[in-house]
């Protein structure tokens, strides 16, 4: 059976029948819809209690987030970390991440997230090769996604899962040969021939493909 087509008063319902957001993150929220058409880039909050609940599910420890824009998703997956859980998140703004920073602090996740400001590539190589991160998130610029995800791969501990957003590109892969829609097609072929690795994409906000380090 195809998806269904979620429509607003269907997404409603969603949020409504989900676990609620707590107050940080309402405020997070809030505060990132201030910020114009660019608030469009933040997760569903749907998405974000998937996020907490896979970390929960995996008892995840250690995770890294290449794109942190104001911090909602880096916020989800802490609050499903242990309370020795570290997420090491990659980011190029002060200004968009200082939004994430005091929703972190009010949450009282802080002690849990590492912030790197600078491009995510060269943080990335700059860690051990050794497989140890259990969760990963890409949701940068997408025409280093290949990359990302070729630094992160060998970096899995086994059975470990790479999440990735913005695989549809508002549904231009399936026909656009030119842009972003382009660009997210050769990803998602990408990563459909690692042999590595197994990989489904799920139907959540722009698209999710869920990545998991062959054992």
């Given amino acids: 059976m195809r998806p269904t087509t979620v429509s607003e ?62 911090g909602y998703s880096a916020l ?23 939004l994430g920073r005091a929703a972190w602090k009010e949450a009282g996740v802080d002690d849990k997230i ?28 997408k025409q280093s996604y290949i990359a990302y995800y070729e630094e992160l791969v060998p970096r899995m501990r086994p059975g470990g ?13 399936v026909d656009d040969r030119d842009g972003e829609g382009a660009t997210m097609h050769a990803f998602n072929a990408h990563v459909a021939a690692d042999a590595r690795v197994e990989a489904v994409i799920l139907s959540i906000g722009d698209g999710l493909t869920m990545v998991r380090k062959r054992t």
């Fill in 9 to 70: 008063r269907l997404y409603s319902y969603m949020v409504e029948n989900s676990v609620p957001v707590d107050e940080p993150q309402r405020n997070l929220i809030q505060r990132t819809t201030g910020v114009g058409e660019r608030s469009r880039m933040q997760i569903g909050t749907p998405q974000g209690t998937f996020f907490t609940f896979l970390t929960q599910t995996m008892q995840a420890r250690n995770a890294i987030e290449v794109g942190t824009f104001t």
């Fill in 76 to 98: 989800c997956i802490a609050k499903g970390l242990p309370v020795d859980g570290h997420l090491l998140t990659c980011d190029v703004s002060e200004e968009w991440t200082s």
């Fill in 114 to 141: 590492e912030l790197r400001l600078g491009p995510a590539l060269e943080t990335l190589r700059s860690l051990p090769a050794d497989p140890v991160v259990d969760l990963a998130f890409i949701d940068a610029d």
């Fill in 161 to 173: 899962v790479i999440l990735v957003d913005n695989v549809f590109w508002f549904g231009t892969v």
